[in-house]
């Protein structure tokens, strides 16, 4: 489905002659065909929406980093490409989760899976990647977690 929305997106963007839209989109597509030949290497089916969803943020987490560098790089043309990119990508996430939001997320699963210590840190992770995916920052959720579970 997810896939769908981004080829339509694409093909709304070209008729529109939207240049920053079709080169992200087709950034996007680029992306997800080499996901899913990876996965096909490995003996998987092609990428489900919740994989799609970690790519996506795993695009916009390198375009973050790149637009740091070209603020401290006196580049500021291609910042405001890259948070151009960021915004058009950040398009296809579902809502992002509230800090307090992500607590109370965060503590029902550890409640679901019994978790007493950080050694089952694990657990608690897999189960919210599986329930949470592209709802929330797992490195943010990854301290809340610890914090809880020590």
Do not use: C, H, W
């Not at 096909?40 to 790519?55: C, E």
């Amino acid at each position: 489905m997810l896939r769908d929305d981004i080829n339509n997106a694409l093909k709304e963007a070209m008729k529109a002659k939207n240049e920053r839209a079709v080169s992200t989109l087709r950034l996007i597509n680029s992306g997800l065909k080499n996901a899913d030949i990876e996965a096909r290497g490995a003996g998987k089916g092609p990428l489900s929406d919740a994989d799609l969803l970690s790519l996506l943020q795993k695009m916009i987490k390198q375009r973050q980093e790149s637009v740091e560098l070209y603020e401290k790089g006196g580049r500021p043309e291609l910042a405001k490409q890259e948070s151009d990119e960021i915004a058009i990508i950040t398009g296809y996430l579902p809502k992002q989760m509230s800090e307090a939001e992500m607590k109370a997320a965060i503590e029902a699963i550890i409640k679901e899976t019994g978790a007493a210590g950080i050694k089952e840190m694990g657990k608690v992770i897999g189960a919210l990647k599986g329930k949470y995916a592209g709802q929330m920052d797992m490195a943010k959720a990854s301290g809340i977690v610890k914090g809880l579970l020590s």
